[in-house]
């Protein structure tokens, strides 16, 4: 009730707020060591550099290291390449500056650290939050073993917009999955106890809004109402927070028209007073710098204002270290205000134990045990199984035999660059697993003839700015139309033919938008002359986005989303084309019909002038003159080898008081020839309400698994807090009256029932 009070407060006051900053347990030791800081100290534990050596994402790199470590201008450092550089900068904080204050070692491990797993957005479709969280621990014991203690993950933006690059990096469009995702990943990070040396610091990112950047475009501006931004977009920020995230990274968007690294409602109304966060806040990559482009003022202005929004370290910038000292002599900010930043950064280097020992995360003895083994492998190559979700089986081709012989053809079969995905800065493509090899691996005996067949684009240019990491996009020396030549003599001589194809790993990702998202031309010619030789064409399609394949979809090929799926790629893709496992991933992200349908996605409202249910254009009504409304796969969808039917939905109630749960009921039946899994899902429909109602949105979902004939009746629980939203006064409420339930294997669920909230 307090939380709700101050946040209509919030809400109604906006920036002008004065909430008192909560008077939480000071830590003794923190405390006595601010005691004995100079102004300069406690500014430099606000610094966060980057000493370089990969690729910038912001327009400065950190110059001068060693020196300012030892003058105390550094609180924490990321991007640093092995545990042998972390101990001699630990050596330089420890036994070179005046006070000794250990440094933190910060890194982005967002799908694996050596072990790289499925993407995110791959990850988030096995629906399986257990599988999710033993990947992140997983990523907690490797990157500590090689010293890090500081995860800027996980990345929780919703998006509903595949043009956007980043994407990839999330759970998808919807906020009660990617909140139940933030979940699993904050605290398989952290687990119970940071002082694990297993364990690490997550980062909570990008606070906030980031991914509904406008027009998909990286970095661009963001513009939302507070009722959509606390009904859709905020609550996964929030659920990693309710799980003791320990930071939260600011993103690099403004809203409202300030900039989140600058922006006080977001940052201490929101983030601590109403959420009670008690950790810290970083800035994104020279996010502090940009608000001078932003047109916010100099760095100077920038810097203050940042600091009294809440911010507490800077990232690479060095807008804080060069200007707080002027701006606390002028009156511009509080000696208060730069305590209370730099309480927060050494109470969380005290909570990993730093201060008893600065090398605990550095042990010689544990890389080698604890980096990338086969157990690892392991789950990475069950996660990269689970994240594969099978859009179309023509004519039931897969899972294929082991005996055939296949055409395994496409630019993506065999090239270990594209394996890893987008921001896996910590893998190594080396150790990852091409297609070609897994194929080997899984079905020794089978015949197996490869040909590249075409290039990911032919686009001289556009490769190059893909390519800023290492060569993802290769363009063969051989004309496109010698490959294809030799597919198609590959393909006329098999019994089936297998296609990798789709967008190569930095054709998303940060700064990676795209306002095309159909599969590179040069892939087309190579998959309409496929499908014309008659064979059964299987396209195994690998993106870090929802793509546009009308085209594709409407071709007799069987299709299997395979993401960008990590290390394993190659074992995990035989494993289910040759059925060893049964796909049962579910999109996360509705896939367009074209891209002019964007933003679409599940829990869109009904409007004043629906559309008619057949989809028939009618004027005045809202439609498209040249598209239908309605999304080529829906969120939620995933098939199965085998089939699956619903039946049987009961409530235990019909009229329920404010407060109560209703337990909701199915029968699910394998009615196909194969064990397997599935996702079932749960759509809350509230019928009437004081502000306009998604037609359906998530509220439950469990993953189950069925032998081939079996029934199982399976329950799934809408709590009280389900049946809540925000309203126009940002009141978290259920109001009374009807509410629609839908249940089924993907967000078009026809299997209805309702009940009365009184
Ligand atoms: C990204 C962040 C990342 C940071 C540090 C930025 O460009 O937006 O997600 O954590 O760089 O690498």
């Known amino acids: 009730m307090k939380i709700v009070k101050a946040l209509i407060l919030v809400f109604i006051l906006g920036a002008t707020t004065t909430v008192m900053a909560q008077n939480k347990d000071r830590i003794p030791e923190v405390e006595s060591l601010l005691d004995k800081m100079t102004i300069d100290e406690k500014i430099g534990q606000l610094n966060l550099l980057t000493p370089g050596g990969g690729v910038a994402t912001g327009s400065v790199v950190s110059e ?10 550094v609180g924490g450092l990321f991007g640093v390449a092995s545990p042998k550089k972390m101990k001699i900068a630990q050596d330089l904080a420890v036994k070179k500056s005046r006070l000794q204050i250990p440094l933190l070692f910060g890194s982005d491990i967002i799908h694996g650290y050596k072990t790289t797993f499925p993407i995110p957005l791959g990850l988030a ?3 399986d939050m257990d599988l999710i969280k033993s990947t992140a621990q997983i990523a907690a014991k490797e990157a500590t073993a090689d010293g890090i203690n500081w995860n800027f993950s996980p990345m929780v933006d919703i998006s ?13 469009e919807d906020a009660y999955l990617g909140s ?3 979940r699993a990943m904050v605290t398989g990070y952290q687990g119970d106890n940071l002082m694990d040396t297993n364990t690490m610091l997550s980062c909570v990112k990008h606070f906030a809004l980031y991914g509904a950047v406008e027009g998909g475009r990286d970095y661009n501006s963001v513009d939302m109402s507070r009722v959509k931004m606390f009904n859709q977009y905020l609550p996964p920020y929030k659920a990693a927070i309710d799980a003791g995230a320990a930071s939260v990274m600011t993103s690099f968007n403004d809203v409202d028209g300030i900039p989140a690294t600058g922006n006080k409602w977001l940052l201490t109304d929101l983030l601590r007073d109403c959420w009670g966060f008690e950790g810290f806040v970083v800035s994104d990559y020279t996010s502090l710098n940009e608000m001078i482009a932003h047109g916010l003022g100099d760095l100077q202005a920038v810097s203050a204002l940042a600091l009294k929004a809440g911010l507490d370290m800077d990232m690479v910038g060095e807008g804080f270290l060069s200007t707080l000292k002027k701006s606390l002599e002028e009156g511009k900010v509080t000696e208060t205000e730069i305590n209370n930043a730099c309480r927060r950064v050494l109470e969380a280097k005290y909570k990993l134990g730093l201060f008893d020992d600065p090398y605990r995360y550095i042990d010689d003895s ?3 045990k604890d980096i990338l083994t086969e157990e690892n492998r392991e789950v990475a190559r069950k996660a990269a199984q689970h994240s594969f979700v099978l859009l179309k089986n023509e004519n039931n081709v897969l899972p294929l035999k082991k005996a055939s012989s296949i055409a395994l053809v496409g630019p993506l079969a065999d090239s270990r660059n594209n394996m890893l995905g987008t921001w896996a800065p910590t893998g190594d493509v080396k150790n990852a697993i091409t297609i070609l090899e897994g194929f080997k691996n899984v079905a020794p005996n089978a015949t197996i003839n490869y040909a590249k067949g075409s290039n990911i684009l032919n686009d001289e240019e556009l490769a190059k700015k893909i390519n800023v990491f290492g060569p993802r996009v290769e363009i063969s020396k051989e004309s496109p139309e010698a490959l294809l030549k030799e597919a198609l003599a590959m393909a006329n001589k098999s019994d089936v033919v297998v296609a990798v194809v789709g967008e190569a790993t930095e054709m998303s990702g940060e700064a990676a938008s795209r306002t095309d998202i159909t599969i590179p031309e040069a892939q087309k010619k190579l998959i309409r002359a496929l499908v014309a030789t008659g064979k059964p064409v299987v396209l195994v399609l690998m993106s870090g986005r929802p793509l546009e394949i009308p085209e594709e979809f409407d071709m007799p090929v069987s299709i299997l989303q395979v993401w960008h799926p990590g290390v394993e790629a190659g074992n995990a893709i035989a494993d289910v084309v040759y059925g060893d496992y049964n796909p049962s991933g579910k999109l996360t992200a509705t896939w367009p019909r074209s891209v002019g349908q964007i933003p679409v996605y599940h829990s869109m409202k009904n409007t004043g002038r629906p559309a008619p249910a057949s989809e028939e254009f009618q004027k005045f009504k809202s439609n498209y003159l040249d598209e239908k409304n309605s999304p080529l796969l829906p969120f939620g969808y995933g098939l199965s080898y085998t089939t699956f039917e619903y039946s049987n939905i009961k409530l235990n109630k019909e009229k ?3 407060g109560d749960a209703v337990e ?6 394998n009615t196909g020839n194969y064990d397997g899994e599935e996702t079932v899902q749960l759509y809350l429909h509230d019928v009437v309400r004081s502000i306009t109602p998604p037609n359906r949105q998530l509220k439950g979902f469990k993953k189950v698994f069925l032998k081939k004939g079996e029934s199982k009746t399976v329950m799934i629980t809408l709590q009280p807090e389900d049946l809540k939203f925000y309203n126009s006064n940002i009141e978290f409420v259920a109001e009374p009256g009807a509410f629609e339930v839908f249940v089924g294997g993907d967000s078009d669920a026809s299997l209805k029932a309702s009940f009365i909230l009184q």
Do not use: F, H, M, Y
């Open 664 to 669: 909701v009921s199915v029968t699910l039946k």
């Open 656 to 658: 329920i008081s404010q």
């Open 64 to 73: 001068n290291v060693e020196a300012k470590i030892k003058a105390g201008n």
């Open 160 to 172: 509903r917009d595949p043009r956007w690059g980043r994407i990839s990096e999330g759970a998808g």
């Open 366 to 368: 544990r890389p080698e």
């Open 180 to 182: 139940a995702i933030a």
């Open 125 to 127: 479709a096995s629906w």
